[in-house]
């Protein structure tokens, strides 16, 4: 999942940053409205954190623009304003969830998978294929109620395709999900990736559609 972090505050963005890149997200980092403008307007993210007192414009103006012009990427604001006024203007310009400065990291990345889930109208908080469950609070994988061992990067991968259950995803669609600006993509990777979760999943699990891209196994052939 690609997010786009954006805070003017160096220690708190590093910082935040790292912890979601932990957590197994993709993240790129922008310090200020019109980065983030720009940013939103020529690529696809699946949610933005965004801080409201930046320079060049503040994060209300950001949100606006989103708006105005028609994208629907979930939003959750992080500020150090707390007054109600403050919440209300938020969420009326656009915001999906706001949360006040300091938070606890936890509750944040609770917020994101919530948020998340319910833009992809999904209610259960597991995704389920055939005999696969993936959780996606502690990242755990089972097969048939077993334990899978995944890394961090094949578990990205199984993530996506188990969001979109059906639906044919280009190796250029996944790496835009997995690899955030400035990291290095090997050209075989996802490649690699698909073909270890086979072995784990079940050589049928995943398909492949020559010069289109992977997709799940309908009805969820696994094990």
Do not use: C
Request: hydrophobic share 45%; glycine share 10%; proline share 4%.
């Amino acid at each position: 999942m690609r997010v786009l972090l954006v805070e003017d505050d160096r220690m708190i963005g590093d910082s935040l940053r790292e912890s979601l890149r932990a957590e197994g997200y993709a993240v790129d980092w922008v310090r200020d409205a019109e980065a983030a403008v720009a940013a939103t307007g020529t690529e696809r993210f699946d949610l933005l954190l965004l801080d409201l007192g930046l320079p060049r414009a503040g994060g209300l103006e950001v949100l606006r623009t989103l708006r105005a012009r028609g994208d629907a990427t979930p939003v959750i604001v992080l500020t150090a304003r707390d007054g109600p006024g403050d919440r209300v203007a938020g969420l009326d310009a656009g915001a999906d969830d706001y949360l006040v400065k300091p938070f606890d990291l936890d509750e944040l990345l609770a917020r994101m998978r919530a948020l998340l889930r319910r833009h992809a109208g999904r209610a259960a908080p597991l995704l389920r294929h055939g005999g696969v469950t993936l959780d996606p609070a502690t990242h755990q994988v089972t097969l048939q109620g077993r334990p899978v061992l995944l890394s961090a990067r094949e578990y990205a991968v199984l993530e996506l395709l188990l969001q979109r259950p059906g639906a044919v995803l280009s190796r250029a669609q996944i790496e835009d999900r997995l690899y955030g600006w400035g990291e290095e993509i090997e050209s075989n990777a996802v490649s690699v990736y698909v073909h270890q979760l086979r072995k784990k999943l079940g050589a049928d699990f995943i398909r492949s559609m020559r010069g289109v891209g992977y997709f799940l196994a309908p009805g969820g052939d696994a094990g």
